[in-house]
């Protein structure tokens, strides 16, 4: 196999960290693997199981990369593991517990074509959603109600549940903030440097869609 022309053919990189999240991930695999809207060609889908008490398996794929490390990288070092084996023209970032929409990807790959210099959030629905829990924990960063299909938003909406990037921002100096050992904010602070360094925007999109279960922090 051409490994050169397969990385020049690959669209997405979908990047996602775990921690003893085995069925729920296997869960959302299934769904992005069973119609994603793209050739399994276009898309690699790369898991980085930070130190799980059981290591993370699932079926073997060609374009299926699983990275088990022996210690706990955190959300910001198992993301940077992901984006060193990435090879996609745009980085799709998720979280181990969410659900994608019926062709997720391609919707994903769309978007991004559409406007190739910017970030893509997909919106986040929430199965049990508490608008009063929502604002009181996440304030404003996690809160999808109101947002505009279309519109564009600053660092603050830079949540890696569901955004893509264009992966030609990210090199061995801009990548996630190790310092970040616990739960968020990673993120927002890496949206913070990318729109200083870039002017890097981010694009808010009602579809690509992905369901999470609200878990308090």
């Given at each position: 196999m051409?490994?050169?022309?397969?990385?020049?053919?690959?669209?997405?990189?979908?990047?996602?960290?775990?921690?003893?999240?085995?069925?729920?991930?296997?869960?959302?695999l299934?769904?992005?693997?069973?119609?994603?809207?793209?050739?399994?060609?276009?898309?690699?889908?790369?898991?980085?199981?930070?130190?799980?008490?059981?290591?993370?398996?699932?079926?073997?794929?060609?374009?299926?990369?699983?990275?088990?490390?022996?210690?706990?990288?955190?959300?910001?070092?198992?993301?940077?593991?992901?984006?060193?084996?990435a090879?996609?023209?745009?980085?799709?970032?998720?979280?181990?517990?969410?659900?994608?929409?019926?062709?997720?990807?391609?919707?994903?790959?769309?978007?991004?074509?559409?406007?190739?210099?910017?970030?893509?959030l997909?919106?986040i629905?929430?199965?049990?959603?508490?608008?009063?829990?929502?604002?009181?924990?996440?304030?404003?960063?996690?809160?999808?109600?109101?947002?505009?299909?279309?519109?564009?938003?600053?660092?603050?909406?830079?949540?890696?549940?569901?955004?893509?990037?264009?992966?030609?921002?990210?090199?061995?100096?801009?990548?996630?903030?190790?310092?970040?050992?616990?739960?968020?904010?990673?993120?927002?602070?890496?949206g913070?440097?990318?729109?200083?360094?870039?002017?890097?925007?981010?694009?808010?999109?009602?579809?690509?869609?992905?369901?999470?279960?609200?878990?308090k922090?």
């Amino acid at each position: 196999m051409n490994l050169q022309k397969k990385s020049e053919n690959i669209e997405l990189s979908v990047i996602i960290p775990t921690k003893n999240g085995n069925d729920r991930l296997k869960n959302n695999l299934n769904l992005l693997f069973d119609n994603p809207g793209l050739s399994d060609e276009e898309f690699e889908i790369i898991i980085i199981d930070s130190n799980s008490e059981y290591p993370f398996t699932y079926e073997t794929k060609s374009n299926l990369q699983i990275i088990n490390s022996t210690i706990d990288l955190g959300r910001a070092g198992a993301r940077n593991k992901g984006i060193e084996s990435a090879t996609g023209k745009r980085i799709l970032f998720l979280d181990d517990d969410i659900e994608p929409c019926e062709e997720f990807l391609l919707k994903h790959k769309s978007v991004g074509e559409k406007y190739p210099d910017s970030a893509i959030l997909g919106k986040i629905n929430y199965f049990n959603e508490d608008e009063s829990c929502l604002k009181q924990i996440w304030d404003t960063a996690f809160y999808f109600k109101d947002l505009v299909h279309g519109t564009e938003h600053n660092f603050i909406k830079f949540i890696t549940a569901n955004i893509s990037i264009p992966r030609k921002y990210v090199t061995n100096s801009m990548l996630f903030s190790e310092e970040f050992m616990g739960w968020g904010y990673e993120d927002i602070e890496f949206g913070y440097r990318l729109e200083k360094k870039f002017n890097m925007k981010i694009i808010f999109s009602a579809n690509p869609m992905v369901f999470l279960n609200i878990i308090k922090p």
